[in-house]
């Protein structure tokens, strides 16, 4: 991972290089990985589907756990929260004996 040291700090893309501000200071990291098209479609890939798609209905379930408790919430102010809900959200998740690695539901 590229790590900034010099007066100039960029935000965003700039060709094949992104860069970006975290707790550490600004970085710099090159595009790259597989194409959406080839995810969604080449059979060496359907592991990867299934977890998209698991991952999409937890965060779903997530959003709508941390929407009804929205007032408790609000009141904590605890940043990593979300992070817990989510992780403790997938537990659940694959703990669902009945349907199979893809089809799981919360």
């Not at 007032?71 to 703990?95: A, E, F, W």
Request: no cysteine.
């Amino acid at each position: 991972m590229a790590k900034q040291t010099g007066i100039i700090t960029l935000k965003g893309p700039v060709g094949r290089l992104s860069f970006y501000k975290t707790k550490d200071g600004y970085l710099a990291r090159e595009k790259g990985g597989v194409e959406k098209s080839r995810i969604m479609n080449d059979p060496r890939f359907a592991r990867t589907r299934e977890n998209i798609r698991e991952f999409t209905d937890n965060a779903n379930a997530s959003k709508l756990l941390r929407d009804a408790l929205r007032p408790v919430i609000s009141q904590i102010g605890d940043k990593r929260l979300n992070l817990r809900i989510t992780q403790s959200m997938m537990q659940v998740l694959k703990s669902d004996l009945v349907n199979v690695r893809g089809d799981r539901r919360v």
